[in-house]
């Protein structure tokens, strides 16, 4: 049993939070009335610290795995990156699936930051959240360990010599459902409202789950060039088990729906590459909950650390795992273990493939059977290496600070303590 089989009507019902946002966008734009802030983001946050921005364009085709340049983060970038979200007047913007716009401006930052960091007393000191796996009856509980890939040199998506990367698909005898494995923690994001039951790629991102109801990723997934990009997620994306018909579906957890969908300010703003990173905010329901989360921490000494990625590519893309003709990737999960080759302040450099849509993916250590991200898949940068987002002080504040904002009220029945609960 997945947690694909809980309360089946429940994204069914959460459509229907969908259609209200669309119909506040109608609205707005018949009268030019600004709307009130939305109860489910004011909750929390407060009113007062939310400004209305508008309602963003859009978007329908974007493009994936960035390049990357060797001069284009500055020496006050990285200050910037190590710095407190306390020191910031904006914490970042959110978008719920209709394009309305939010921006997260506390009154008060150092008493707001003050509450979040009372309220993840141990997150703090630790400066780490551990991995969940929640409490299902009936699940498969099975243990699960470090899954072992190959070793290796560039190719020109950011595979480095010859594709190392090894499938986890139900093809290749991985369960893409237990709640105690990696695989259901990772994603697809294909672009909202694609039909899992249909043939062909689909996949414009990779997210991973992080709190009872919090996936991460990159910001250029979903907000580029002033264009807000709507997802699904597809926790355990099988797309070459589908076309091997060994389910009926390409989302075998089912499709989860994104309520808002968090962007760091300065990623919102100009681009900023130090903050390419966002936080999506699944429906607050039990299926939610059922899933379980990687954990993250700040890593201090990560150069030679072997760490694990994996991600889903975009259309069209061939992977030299693929049992498929062509060695089609056909949106399934390819990746392996390398080590980090360097880091600074910001980032974290490795010999992972990678190729687009890995973007927004995990790059993880596996701590004595904990799963714990330290890094989020960003771009290409060289012909040896590719680059990711370093978990590190500003980002690692505003990850907490943003799941404490919107918490799931379903904690406490299938055993979540991490940050994100009511």
Known sequence: MGPQEVESDEETLVQEHVWRAWERRTEYEASGIEPEVPV????????????????????????GLPD???DDTTCEDNLEALGSLAENAVWGYFINP???TWRWRPRDPVAS?????????????????????????????????EDDAGDDVFRGDGVLGADNRVIRSASSGHSMTSIKGSWVRIGGLPNEGWDPGSNGDNTAGTATKIGPRHLLTVGHGVWKGGHFFPKDWWPGEDGVAHETELTNSAAPNGVKKIDWYYIAPKWYESEKNTQDFAILILHDNASS???PSFGFKEDYALAQELTWNFGIPSPGKSCAGSPLVGDSCRSSLYGHKKPVRRTEASYVFTAHDAQPEHSGGPVYKFDGGDRNIVAIVKSKYSAVENRHLRIWGFVFDTIVAVMNAHPSSHCVDYGWTSPGCD
């Open 113 to 145: 930051f003050t509450t979040v960091r009372r309220a993840n007393r141990e997150a703090f000191i630790e400066r780490a959240v551990r991995e969940v796996v929640p409490s299902v009856r009936g699940a498969d509980e099975g243990v699960h360990g």
């Open 68 to 70: 990357g340049s060797p």
């Open 98 to 100: 209709a394009g309305e």
């Open 289 to 291: 909950a059922q899933f």
């Open 40 to 63: 489910d983001l004011g909750r929390d946050i407060g009113s007062e610290n939310l400004e209305f921005v508008g309602f963003a364009d859009i978007g329908t085709e974007l493009g």
